[in-house]
């Protein structure tokens, strides 16, 4: 195994741990008996290694662009709440949604826009991104 050494300046260091302890609430908030806590080098490891899965994952998809196919982005937080016995009127209460709403994302009739993304892969627990979204061909 190699080891690298990186700096970090004061605000990107108090960041990660902001983080890092928001990550670590919610895994107690979801589980009560859970009693791991992440450190911030092991969150910054996770981002490296998710970027590089990504990346992965994006040579995977590639030849739809190649095929000059146009791709449709589509969700996957359906399956990861159920995965982690997540219900959609939990994922609403906690963005302050109505259900209705959270059932149309999560079921591919509409795409949230980039903060709502987000606020609802921290709700699901941050999974990897390229488990959070797949590429189709446009069948239209």
């Known amino acids: 195994m190699k080891k690298i050494t990186i700096e970090l300046s004061e605000e990107a260091y108090d960041q990660l741990k902001e983080i890092t302890d928001l990550e670590n609430l919610i895994n107690r908030h979801r589980d009560k008996n859970r009693r791991d806590n992440y450190k911030i080098e092991e969150f910054v490891i996770g981002c490296i290694v998710d970027k590089i899965e990504q990346i992965k994952h994006f040579e995977l998809v590639n030849p739809f662009i190649e095929n000059n196919a146009q791709p449709v982005i589509k969700n996957r937080f359906k399956e990861i709440a159920k995965d982690k016995n997540i219900y959609i009127k939990d994922v609403a209460d906690q963005l302050?949604?109505?259900p209705p709403n959270i059932s149309k994302i999560f079921n591919n009739a509409s795409q949230p826009r980039l903060e709502l993304f987000i606020k609802i892969w921290i709700v699901l627990g941050c999974p990897p991104l390229h488990k959070c979204?797949?590429?189709?061909?446009?069948?239209?």
């Open 96 to 98: 302050n949604m109505l």
């Open 133 to 140: 979204i797949s590429l189709e061909e446009d069948e239209g």
